[in-house]
């Protein structure tokens, strides 16, 4: 299974300006895997040294000489390290924090040597680290699920993502495509993304598999619970098990538990947002980019990491889907939420952090909420997801009156189009704007078709 993210550590690889890279995302995303395929890829050999398995190894990387460094590891390894030739790959490096202290080195005295870290619960040692990080010296490379694009690939089903890769709005998509598309999606929402959960659909074709891959990689992070720090187990599993039912909506602390205090559940929440299994998207007034410049922290919703992990939680197999007259409407339209905002997450370059806004108003007879925004460039673009063909985009039209925007996206299970129109308001006021509609199954290609068709 290919991954597009191997672009981008291919490209790093041949910058001469490159640093020493950390590679960041949950568990069982696929950090190794790609460190690997960079290594068989690119480099006559790999030093792979895990410190989860080997903590004691942390004590060949003492000292600021990079050649002592590799030395050491030389004589453990027994192997010729040859920089430009050889990657270095530190996995689990949060086993060993204070080894990231002396990539530094590295950038600074060795800049040939190509320096490769990941790590599952390295969030949490960067957020509260007593050691002097290498600012400056090294750099970030952040990484998810398995996309709908390379999930299609993954299944032989290349000239898919092809046709999906190369669409431009205005261009004939024969209905029997769509509808092939369509049914490919309902099959990834119950996969998911998991690498290991996609390549056993792909060898096997079995949902069964799957769900017994699935539930593994479940408990692999209910396992790691015990390693969040000094907090109550118990009740970040409360929250774990509560997210996947409360996606689409704003979090509320009481549907958790109403016998714990919001702050106890916050807490709990911030940890599994920091193992990445959970991630949540802030209320922005976005009146203008960052969009990060005017959220509010206390108003927020929550995705899990992705829709085949949120299946296996709540049960849902195909059988669901497929008794749907319109696909993905199960769940109250949640999975469709998920999906689309999985994929928005990480619709950013590698490089930056992966982070995603929604925007609602609180009022009396005039309460609104769109789905989620994006910023393209200077561009503020409001996102309606619905689960069906059909849909009423009041909150949108009330978004683009008050932010004097003229652009919206709407995701739903109907062909593409695009259509320059005027809708009426509540209050009788008229909004003229231009709605771009993708079908669910193009969310890969949000920002090229956006960009594509932006009013000039």
């Known amino acids: 299974m290919q991954r597009h993210a191997l672009k981008y550590l291919v490209d790093w690889h041949k910058n001469a300006r490159r640093k020493p890279l ?3 995302g949950s568990r069982q995303v696929g950090k190794s895997y790609l460190a690997r395929e960079l290594a068989n890829t690119q480099f006559a050999s790999l030093v792979e040294i ?20 590799v030395r050491n590891l030389e004589v453990h390894t027994g192997q010729r390290i040859v920089p430009g030739k050889t990657l270095l790959f530190l996995d689990e490096i949060q086993a060993a924090p204070q080894v990231l202290a002396t990539l530094r080195f590295f950038y600074e005295k060795m800049p040939e040597f190509h320096v490769v870290a990941a790590g599952s619960l390295l969030e949490f040692v960067l957020e509260k680290h007593d050691f002097s990080m290498p600012v400056g010296r090294i750099e970030y490379m952040h990484i998810g699920p398995v996309t709908f694009e390379e999930f299609l690939e993954a299944n032989g089903q290349q000239h898919l993502a092809e046709r999906l890769q190369s669409f431009h709005i205005g261009e004939p998509l024969p209905p029997p495509t769509h509808k092939q598309l369509l049914k490919a999606m309902q099959e ?14 792909a060898d096997t074709q079995s949902f069964l598999e799957c769900d017994r891959l699935k539930q593994s990689i479940l408990s692999t992070y209910a396992d790691d619970f015990n390693k969040y720090g000094t907090i109550n187990t118990a009740r970040v599993q409360r929250v774990f098990q509560r997210l996947p039912h409360m996606v689409g909506s704003k979090f509320i602390y009481s549907r958790v538990d109403r016998d714990e205090s919001s702050r106890e559940i916050g807490q709990a929440l911030h940890m599994l947002c920091l193992a990445r299994v959970a991630s949540k998207v802030y209320h922005s007034a976005s009146n203008g980019v960052p969009l990060g410049a005017e959220i509010n922290e206390r108003n927020f919703k929550v995705l899990f990491l992705d829709t085949g992990l949120l299946c296996r939680t709540c049960g849902l197999s195909l059988n669901d889907f497929e008794r749907e007259q319109d696909i993905l409407l199960v769940n109250t339209g949640a999975i469709c939420e998920q999906f689309i905002g999985q994929h928005l997450l990480q619709s950013g370059e590698y490089f930056d952090e992966p982070v995603l806004h929604y925007w609602s108003r609180e009022k009396r007879q005039s309460s609104a909420e769109v789905d989620y925004v994006l910023s393209v460039g200077p561009h503020i673009i409001p996102i309606e997801v619905k689960a069906g063909k059909t849909g009423r985009l009041k909150s949108m039209h009330m978004f683009l009156k008050e932010k004097q925007r003229h652009f919206g996206l709407r995701f739903n299970a109907d062909l593409p189009s695009m259509l320059d129109t005027q809708d009426t308001l509540p209050t009788g006021e008229t909004v003229s704007y231009r709605l771009l509609s993708l079908p669910l199954y193009m969310v890969g290609q949000t920002r090229r078709l956006i960009r594509e068709n932006l009013p000039t």
């Open 22 to 24: 950390i590679i960041r």
């Open 50 to 69: 895990n410190f989860e398995e080997s903590p004691d190894l942390a004590g060949l990387f003492k000292g600021n000489s990079p050649q002592e460094i």
């Open 188 to 201: 990834f929402c119950i996969v998911g993304g998991m690498p290991e959960a996609v390549q056993a659909f």
